[in-house]
């Protein structure tokens, strides 16, 4: 049997194979519909899907077992079981609007900076645990007097340098998927900033070089180049001009400058 894959413009199949006569992708199966039937409609909307007799979004029937969706559409090439993961369902699809490469890479760098992360935090957990336990081992009974023990041993009412200091809040640690969403947010505040940054130094950029007559003013080379005209000539034609206009009002762009416009267009076409 074929194992084409499900998602909407995708031709993959598993006959596909590269110079060493291996298959170019790996299938996966959806995910259960009795296990896991919420990942299972995540799948399906992902797909991007239109049903041709209903034109409804594609659901894939629960008495199929076998659909598949091929490696391509995973960050990583194949399916994450943990809850959070870019992987946990399919996001790469070649569709205008999707993130480029770099972004998925970084996603996947957050999701594992976010689990390690998480680690560090449990693992300080249990190393606090455990030094209370030893300390509580040295506990000396009453009544037992051993000199060496009480030289070495610091008083049990003073905290150590290294000893766990009491919780002064009862507000718990975001969770992995939460601490995701977080470095997420932040990602997309820095990347929008980085875009306004950008806009306002194209329109300063815009608005620097913007043509006008005085980009030519006494300077036939330039006034030339952008006319085919020399700059005597373009101020008697239009002034020559300006004696014939009916003005009404002042206008949005002075007539020199639209007599520029107007000329430097005109000899951009004769030189195409």
């Not at 005085?214 to 330039?222: F, P, Q, S, Y």
Request: charged share 20%; hydrophobic share 30%.
């Amino acid at each position: 049997m074929v194992k084409w894959c499900s998602a909407g413009t995708c031709r993959n199949h598993h006959w596909m194979t590269d110079s060493d006569g291996k298959s170019k992708f790996s299938f996966f199966k959806f995910p259960s519909h009795e296990k896991q039937p919420g990942r299972r409609a995540q799948w399906a909307r992902a797909c991007a899907r239109v049903d041709p007799i209903t034109h409804k979004p594609w659901k894939p029937k629960d008495t199929v077992q076998y659909v598949y969706i091929c490696s391509a559409h995973f960050i990583s090439g194949q399916p994450s079981k943990e809850l959070g993961h870019p992987d946990y369902i399919p996001t790469n699809f070649a569709t205008p609007g999707k993130l480029p490469t770099a972004d998925k890479c970084q996603k996947l760098r957050r999701f594992s900076n976010a689990m390690c992360r998480h680690g560090k935090k449990m693992l300080g957990k249990a190393n606090g645990s455990s030094k209370n336990k030893c300390r509580v081992a040295y506990a000396v009974p009453v009544g037992v007097q051993d000199t060496s023990l009480a030289s070495s041993e610091p008083p049990q009412h003073q905290p150590t340098p290294d000893s766990p200091q009491p919780s002064t809040s009862s507000v718990s640690p975001p969770s992995v998927p939460q601490q995701m969403l977080f470095d997420e947010i932040s990602a997309l505040r820095a990347e929008r900033d980085a875009a306004f940054a950008e806009r306002d130094h194209a329109r300063a950029t815009l608005n620097s070089i913007r043509l006008s007559s005085n980009t030519v003013a006494e300077n036939n080379e330039k006034c030339q180049y952008y006319t085919g005209l020399t700059w005597p000539i373009f101020l008697a034609t239009f002034q020559f001009l300006l004696v014939s206009m009916i003005c009404k009002g002042t206008p949005s762009i002075p007539y020199i400058d639209q007599f520029f416009l107007y000329d430097s267009e005109v000899e951009t076409w004769h030189e195409v």
